[in-house]
């Protein structure tokens, strides 16, 4: 499997998860549409299966690479949070939103290499990405239920139940990122001798942290406002944006960051 091929699994995960986006908008029962969403999945889970057979690594060391998993998990979230909840425009976001990153992929794909550093060997480092890019995944969710909401206010029936939908998702995704910074803290432990060094991305990864924790407590407060809680979701969201693509074009990142070793 090369990335020659991506297009051809990218057309048909797209195609499946816009039919299950529009069923989910013209019926009230949730097998078709979670099903039509799933099957996307898989395909797209099987391109990067065959990815990884290929490179003989799994595929998380490039930007496009790491696109390539945010792409697959942002469907994901919103499968999950339209069974969960049922909110049926959620489907469309997350699909929308995928596609960009699909979209970047075909036209302006990263060059990728079969040899990981020495650093990025370690068994740690899988499981770090991939449940910081599930974390985005669902923050990046989020964040299109804030702008929704800022949008759309006035005309929101049920406020109470959207809000209760918002502070749930934070709860998962600020624990899955807490998750990814513990899991990153011991392989750079094991792989530099030391657990945080206030490298430039693990100190966005520190405000992207506090950005969410701050929404978290925001919300505890009795007369908190639903706007402001938005509003503080989308800074923390930017500040999250510079923490994964961001740090690679920080002038204090240049050649002294470990995080920068995306290909060119």
Same mark, same amino acid.
């Given at each position: 499997?090369?990335?020659?091929?991506?297009?051809?699994?990218?057309?048909?995960? @797209?195609?499946?998860?816009?039919?299950?986006?529009?069923?989910?908008?013209?019926?009230?029962?949730?097998?078709?549409?979670?099903?039509?969403?799933?099957?996307?999945?898989? !395909?797209?889970?099987?391109?990067?299966?065959?990815?990884?057979?290929?490179?003989?690594?799994?595929?998380?060391?490039?930007?496009?690479?790491?696109?390539?998993?945010?792409?697959?998990?942002?469907?994901?979230?919103?499968?999950?949070?339209?069974?969960?909840?049922?909110?049926?425009? @959620?489907?469309?976001?997350?699909?929308?939103?995928?596609?960009?990153? @699909?979209?970047?992929?075909?036209?302006?794909?990263?060059?990728?290499?079969?040899?990981?550093?020495?650093?990025?060997?370690?068994?740690?480092?899988?499981?770090? !990405?991939?449940?910081?890019?599930?974390?985005?995944? @669902?923050?990046?969710?989020?964040?299109?239920?804030?702008?929704?909401?800022?949008?759309?206010?006035?005309?929101?029936?049920?406020?109470?139940?959207?809000?209760?939908?918002?502070?749930?998702?934070?709860?998962?995704?600020?624990?899955?990122?807490?998750?990814?910074?513990?899991?990153?803290?011991?392989?750079?432990?094991?792989?530099?001798?030391?657990?945080?060094?206030?490298?430039?991305?693990?100190?966005?990864?520190?405000?992207?942290?506090?950005?969410?924790?701050?929404?978290?407590?925001?919300?505890?407060?009795?007369?908190?406002?639903?706007?402001?809680?938005? %509003?503080?979701?989308?800074?923390?969201?930017?500040?999250?944006?510079?923490?994964?693509?961001?740090?690679? %074009?920080?002038?204090?990142?240049?050649?002294?960051?470990?995080?920068?070793?995306?290909?060119?």
């Amino acid at each position: 499997m090369s990335w020659d091929s991506f297009i051809y699994f990218a057309i048909a995960a @797209i195609i499946l998860w816009s039919a299950g986006a529009l069923t989910a908008f013209k019926g009230e029962k949730k097998t078709i549409p979670s099903l039509l969403t799933a099957l996307g999945l898989a !395909v797209f889970f099987v391109f990067i299966l065959g990815l990884w057979v290929s490179l003989e690594r799994p595929p998380l060391r490039t930007m496009g690479e790491t696109r390539l998993w945010y792409s697959l998990f942002l469907p994901l979230a919103g499968l999950l949070t339209y069974r969960r909840w049922g909110y049926r425009w @959620i489907l469309s976001f997350t699909t929308l939103l995928s596609v960009v990153f @699909i979209i970047v992929n075909i036209t302006k794909p990263d060059i990728h290499n079969k040899v990981l550093m020495p650093a990025l060997q370690s068994p740690w480092f899988a499981p770090h !990405v991939i449940i910081y890019m599930f974390s985005y995944a @669902i923050l990046g969710a989020v964040t299109l239920i804030a702008i929704y909401y800022l949008v759309r206010e006035s005309k929101i029936s049920n406020k109470g139940r959207l809000m209760a939908m918002t502070d749930n998702l934070v709860y998962v995704g600020t624990a899955l990122i807490t998750m990814g910074m513990l899991m990153g803290a011991i392989w750079a432990k094991a792989a530099w001798g030391h657990y945080w060094s206030w490298d430039p991305k693990e100190t966005w990864a520190a405000a992207t942290w506090l950005g969410y924790l701050l929404y978290i407590h925001y919300r505890l407060r009795r007369k908190a406002s639903n706007k402001t809680s938005m %509003y503080i979701l989308i800074i923390a969201f930017l500040m999250l944006q510079i923490c994964w693509v961001g740090v690679n %074009y920080l002038p204090s990142a240049q050649g002294r960051s470990v995080h920068t070793y995306t290909m060119e």
